[in-house]
């Protein structure tokens, strides 16, 4: 065929032209479009590592705050430190114990035909009024609330009501507890025991029982709570046959510390004093933040300042207060 005769029609386009044809020239770069992507880049660049920041605070905070909460709510352990030490009648089964100001105490005594109620000098443990309980009657818990002193009696719901300017003058009242062992006050409402693990809010007006909660360290229901004094929001009790004190929440019963006093007997023994029976006797002056302990036919009563126990217990707190349940 001759080279003019060939016909003419559109050129045939390859893959490399096609793809020419579909895609948009590229746009020149200006100099806001490059700093746009910097900053683009910028954010993204930082802010993986901001989140992540953010929630390791949050996840530190939180379980600082799960720390904190769990060393307030575990139960502390406290030593003393004797600041002073004071006579006390040998002969003074000890069942109650209270501060009554101007360096006096109120003691409440046991033991049937030996029971009474005392106001005492605290420097030198001089009996200063004395009534004689009935001999049928075995003194127990005491607590002062105004000018009027409480007490409750063993083995019996009866009570009785003192002026604590002579005591001669009383009156009975029936409580409802199921048995009569510790007093206490707040200068609102009574709290008191029964030697189980219960501890009661009565109206001192009415003297019905108001309120109850149960005694408890961890899952152990603590029984035999006994003598009691109102310390600084918390309820303060000794533990029947032991040498130690429970610390109580007066909103639900759990024991916020222990107060372990087993060296204030240890010494009366090894000094020679082995007719002593246990501790009992708790009393506080709040005015001065002074707290005083005592027990049963002991021959002192001590001023003492707690101490912190650092570091692990030499034993479990079972072993050291041996609690009977």
Known sequence: MAVGSRRRGKPRRTSADTTMASSPPPRPRTAAATASRHR???RRGISIPFVLIFVCVLLLINLAWKLTASIVSSPRFYSFDIVDEFPH??????QGL???GNDTLFESTGLYKRSSVRQVLLQTGKV???YAMDGSVFGEGLTLLGERLF???WLTKTGFIYDRHNLSKHENFVHQMQDGWGLATDGKVLFGSDGSST???I???TLKVTRMVTVRYGDLEIPYVNELEYVSGEVWANIWQTDCIARISQKDGTVLGWILLNELREGLLRSGHTDIDVLNGIAWDEGKNRLFV???LWPKLYEIKLRPIRGPLKGSIEDLCPIKT
């Open 89 to 94: 009648d040998p002969g003074a089964f000890t």
């Open 203 to 205: 109206d001192p007006l």
């Open 151 to 153: 007490q409750v009696a």
């Open 40 to 42: 683009s880049f910028w």
């Open 128 to 130: 200063q009024s004395y």
């Open 199 to 201: 501890l009661y809010q």
């Open 98 to 100: 209270v501060y009554g």
């Open 294 to 296: 005592t027990g049963k």
